[in-house]
T-cell receptor
Framework: QQQVKQSPQSLIVQKGGISIINCAYE??????FPWYQQFPGKGPALLIA?????SEKKEGRFTISFNKSAKQFSLHIMDSQPGDSATYFC????????????FGSGTRLLVRP | GAGVSQTPSNKVTEKGKYVELRCDPI?????LYWYRQSLGQGPEFLIY????????DSGLPNDRFFAVRPEGSVSTLKIQRTERGDSAVYLC???????????FGAGSRLTVL
């Protein structure tokens, strides 16, 4: 019930391509869905987030698509750059609780020059 | 400070020893979280503080783990009788009241030999 399932585990994309990472959840009480980016030796940093009352949110090259009926959401990175190479985590939380985040298992993205 | 500060950045200890990990949150952030990140995995929730009190300690794996935040600012995660399975990166995050964005520190990497 508390799990957030993330795929793929790893992803290799050519520079300029589109990177797509998918997540699915079970708990319908989740109402906040952030994506975090983590570089080696650093802590996760918030990249972009969405609430379930919208189906899409775009910030620069990063877009979250949200499908409430399917309980799925995805991160799209347009025009992927080598500097985007990092591990990406989806997460979910319940607004009326502690904002405790439940994380997916992560996707290691490598963008080749 | 400007961000969440965690010390030490690296700790190597022997099985059975006692360890303390420190977190200095962003000034004014009332909420503080500890997470554990094993190699290749997403962060796993351990404990959440609102002010000085532990509001949710449901993620602590057993009674060898304990955390305090006596003055509502700095927090210490304490691990007794360390085991090799405790080896991981321990992440701290903080959040201001009313906001839903967690800001993470760089973590403390614990290695138990």
């Amino acid at each position: 019930q508390q799990q957030v399932k993330q795929s793929p585990q790893s992803l290799i994309v050519q520079k300029g391509g589109i990177s797509i990472i998918n997540c699915a959840y079970e708990n319908t009480a989740f109402d906040y869905f952030p994506w975090y980016q983590q570089f080696p030796g650093k802590g996760p940093a918030l990249l972009i987030a969405i609430r379930p009352d919208v189906s899409e949110k775009k910030e620069g090259r990063f877009t979250i698509s949200f499908n409430k009926s399917a309980k799925q959401f995805s991160l799209h990175i347009m025009d992927s750059q080598p500097g985007d190479s990092a591990t990406y985590f989806c997460a979910a939380s319940i607004r009326d609780s502690s904002y405790k985040l439940i994380f997916g298992s992560g996707t290691r993205l490598l963008v080749r020059p | 400070g400007a961000g969440v500060s965690q010390t030490p950045s690296n700790k190597v200890t022997e099985k059975g020893k006692y360890v303390e990990l420190r977190c200095d949150p962003i000034s004014g952030h009332t909420a503080l979280y500890w997470y554990r990140q094993s190699l290749g995995q997403g962060p796993e929730f351990l404990i959440y503080f609102q002010g000085t009190g532990a509001a949710d300690d449901s993620g602590l794996p057993n009674d060898r783990f304990f955390a305090v935040r006596p003055e509502g600012s700095v927090s210490t995660l304490k691990i007794q009788r360390t085991e090799r399975g405790d080896s991981a990166v321990y992440l701290c995050a903080s959040r201001p009241t009313g906001a839903n964005v967690l800001t993470f520190g760089a973590g403390s990497r614990l290695t138990v030999l």
